[in-house]
């Protein structure tokens, strides 16, 4: 098992008070600020952190279904 760490409480910045982070949603091209940081346990660190990654982009709701269906801790 593996564990990888994601967050955005290093790469961000403020741009006329609104809040940015270097982790965008691919089908829209924003940020989600739901999320600061998430640790996951999975067969792999290559999948913890590529899923760690996306649960940043997705937000609390969709990362709480998404992991629920992959199985990951």
């Known amino acids: 098992m593996a564990v990888a760490t994601s967050g955005t409480y290093k790469r961000n910045w403020e741009i006329e008070k609104e809040h940015f982070h270097h982790i965008l949603n691919p089908l829209n091209h924003t940020n989600t600020n739901e999320i600061i940081s998430i640790t996951l346990i999975a067969e792999t660190c290559v999948r913890a952190d590529a899923y760690a990654t996306a649960c940043?982009?997705?937000g609390?709701?969709?990362s709480l279904a998404f992991l629920?269906?992959?199985?990951i801790d």
């Open 56 to 58: 940043i982009a997705m």
């Open 68 to 71: 629920q269906r992959q199985e």
């Open 60 to 62: 609390i709701q969709k």
